[in-house]
């Protein structure tokens, strides 16, 4: 398994982990429970799985893994592009006669656009890689 | 990323040269083991920059290790 598939499998963790808390602790403390969304800042940890061992002639990166990773990049912002303008288009919509949107927005959209980003990079990414490491392995 | 018309030789050329390993062939031309496997399943065409790295890692040229499938570019385009 290449390290950018290790760190794609952890960022899914991550993801649902902080998916799963927040909805978990939500029918006990409401909406503060949307702070658990903050779990997701463990995903700044990804660069640590490039780090080579000392001495080490393994490459960690090459053009086929920048490939991988641009394509997942592309797909992943146009889709969360489309979703983040659709849900902030959505709340002016429900909310202009107000004036204001709720504060507890914010944090939802913010982690929410995020979230969707790295789930749909990181399922993108795993599946290039599939097959991978089963075949032609000598 | 994944190509009908390149055929390549480099899982005949690793067990001629010794048997050479993919990872031993990955850290000689700067690629990850995943790519060698990738290229020898033909799911993935490599820059002219790293096919001529697995050339030279054969000591052949190109040509020797990849081969352009005119019969397949056909069809490809009659599809």
Redesign the interface.
């Given at each position: 398994m290449?390290r950018q598939q290790t760190r794609a499998r952890f960022n899914l963790a991550v993801c649902l982990t902080a998916v799963v808390l927040t909805l978990g602790l939500y029918p006990f403390v409401g909406s503060p429970a949307v702070g658990a969304l903050g779990l997701m800042g463990l995903l700044g940890l990804g660069p640590l799985f490039f780090r080579s061992r000392p001495g080490s002639?393994?490459?960690?990166?090459?053009?086929?893994?920048r490939?991988i990773q641009l394509?997942a990049s592309i797909i992943s912002y146009s889709i969360f592009w489309v979703v983040f303008v659709a849900a902030n288009m959505t709340l002016w919509a429900v909310y202009r006669k107000d004036g204001a949107v709720p504060v507890i927005f914010l944090p939802i959209i913010v982690f929410g656009g995020w979230l969707l980003f790295t789930v749909i990079q990181s399922i993108i990414t795993l599946t290039?890689?599939r097959?991978?490491?089963q075949?032609?392995?000598? | 990323?994944v190509p009908h018309n390149i055929r390549n030789c480099i899982?005949r050329l690793?067990f001629d040269q010794g048997e050479m390993?993919?990872?031993a062939l990955?850290?000689r031309i700067?690629?990850?083991r995943?790519?060698i496997?990738?290229l020898?399943?033909g799911?993935?065409a490599?820059?002219l920059?790293?096919a001529f790295r697995i050339a030279r890692a054969f000591d052949v040229g190109v040509e020797d290790v990849f081969q352009f499938d005119d019969e397949a570019e056909t069809n490809d385009r009659e599809a």
């Open positions: 290449s002639q393994e490459v960690l990166w090459d053009e086929r893994e490939e394509r290039q890689y097959g991978g490491d075949d032609g392995a000598a | 990323m899982r690793r390993t993919q990872q990955a850290e700067g690629a990850t995943q790519t496997i990738a020898e399943a799911r993935y490599p820059s920059n790293l």
